[in-house]
């Protein structure tokens, strides 16, 4: 997760926004006393009215879901157990806390390839070409060295050029000074979501379970130092876009934050019905079916100050009109500290929000239908 400083500042470092943006709140307050018709106007330009909430014309009773028994058994291989040594070995000393451009990140893009290469799930840029380069220039300064995206691929058997893809950035702060970041929950918890993900759906794959439609399982790098990773896929996709259906992205998916110290069965939903009414109630459906998580729909309001929308990757699919889905447990103390350690992971609720995200992907690639945006 991107801090918020830092994306404050890449909305503004336009010289002519800003100046435009000034001018246009000088002109509201001068022209506010004189003329209702001139403010109302201004006040679109400048983005500050608030948006109404989304009037939906479906409910979650007009979709019907895939009937296939065994997605249980798929879905019970993504282990709290499995996850938690994922997770240990991501956050140890040895992954230096996986800065962009450092030896650390570099460790980590290893382990993510080897462990789709053990699963014999192909790199879809050549045979074996897990890494999809980055170079140091691209990073505009904030990082050392070039970087890589690390890809893998299942390929659809009925209808391989549509993609549903899912992604996690993998990279974190690094050490500064004495200190490691470990980056358990950011984003150590969707980097072992996505790896079991991954590993779910190759077993269905060796039984002949489809998918129908292709899966590109895309972990990203540079993603704290401003969705870099995520902005150069979306500069050079792999797959077009016009093909591409949906992005599911897992950023932060193993803690509780503050507010959900009583109910700790949730997980925030951002961007779901921004592109495609139809996602958010498959989404929807979907949980129902299967995990009864409490979906908190509170950062998906437009008004919300903060922002999480425009806060990871999944926004460089949205900005190309890829609908997308962020799942997100929150802001917590320990967020972009040295303590954001693995004994602090809730296991059995990061698994259960990874079984959410791959049997929501499941239903993507498995329908007959293609989904439909608004
Ligand atoms: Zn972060």
Known sequence: MLNKKIVFLAHHKNKKIMKKIVFLLLTLVIFSCSSKKSVSQNVKDTTVVKKAPKVYTMKVEDIKLLDNKSIYYYKSTITAADLKKHLTKLTST????????????KIAANYIADYYKSLEIEAPIGEDQYFQYIPKEFFNGKSNNSSENVLAFIYGIEKPEEVVVISAHYDHLGLKEDNLFHGADDNGSGTSALLEIAEAFRMAYNDDEGPKRSILFLNLTGEEEGLFGSKYYAEHPVFPFEKTIVDLNIDMVGRVDDAHKDDENYVY?????????????????????????????????DNDINRFYYRSDHYNFAKNNVPVIFYFNGTHADYHKPTDTEDKINYDLLAKRAQLVFLTAWELANRDEVLKKD
């Open 269 to 301: 939903l951002i961007g779901a019905d921004k592109i495609s009414e139809e996602l958010h109630f498959i989404s929807e459906a979907v949980n129902k079916k299967y995990t009864q998580l409490n979906l908190d729909y509170k950062y998906n309001d």
């Open 94 to 105: 040895e992954f230096e806390g996986r800065k962009t451009g450092e030896n650390g990140q």
